[in-house]
């Protein structure tokens, strides 16, 4: 969040019974009951007192380094941004290494075409530590709307923007793994497989489509 602040700015607001903080590629939203202390001290590290119920505000960084904020009027509404992602993906059991940063590989469904996110802003971001410790972990395969991958439980929905690969990826790694799926059952752990079933299930029961 820190590095957010300074680069682009950081968003955060006090939204539906939720806190939403996000920045140019990454966003959390978190019902508040199930917000970690920590994970609420470290905003306020960041930016003071958390918003009041139904503010939002874009925290900045000013040229004599002082924090400047301003209203944020516009801003989204993950749940239903989630809720419009039909498509979804699966992590791969291989990542890439462009310095300084190193990226997750996930291959989307609808086409099994693959795309990269940075590691650091992808799965497991979010500890268990953060969290309330009842709640489920982060699923294994996010729902994706174009390039955005967004990791859904019972308490918190994140999401993270894809980055096209690196041209060594795109034009000689990638083109010789057409073909591949990793969504065939050899690829997924049985245990992991019931898992996603059951969530599946559960999620169409409660969604309109």
Not at 87 to 94: E, N, Q, R, Y
Request: proline share 5%; net charge negative; hydrophobic share 35%.
């Amino acid at each position: 969040m820190k590095a957010s602040l300074k680069k682009h700015g950081l968003i955060v607001g006090n939204v539906d019974d939720h806190c939403l903080v996000y920045s140019d590629c990454w966003g959390v939203y978190v019902e508040h009951q199930y917000a970690s202390n920590k994970f609420k001290a470290a905003i306020m590290e960041l930016i003071g007192d958390l918003p009041e119920p139904g503010e939002c505000y874009h925290y900045t960084i000013g040229a004599d380094k002082e924090l400047v904020q301003e209203a944020a009027i516009d801003y989204p509404d993950p749940f239903e941004d989630w809720k419009r992602a039909k498509d979804f993906a699966a992590i791969t059991p291989m990542f890439l290494t462009a310095w300084p940063h190193e990226y997750l590989v996930f291959q989307r469904h609808s086409d099994l075409s693959f795309l990269t996110a940075k590691r650091k802003l992808s799965c497991d971001v979010i500890s268990a530590s953060e969290l309330d410790h009842m709640a489920e972990g982060m699923p294994r395969r996010p729902s994706m709307l174009c390039s955005v991958l967004y990791f859904k439980n019972e308490t918190t929905i994140y999401w993270v923007h894809t980055e096209s690969p690196e041209t060594k990826a795109r034009e000689v790694l990638f083109p010789h793994m057409r073909g591949i799926s990793f969504f065939e059952d050899d690829w997924i752990d049985q245990e992991e497989e019931e898992l996603t079933d059951l969530k599946e299930e559960a999620a169409e029961e409660q969604l309109p489509y």
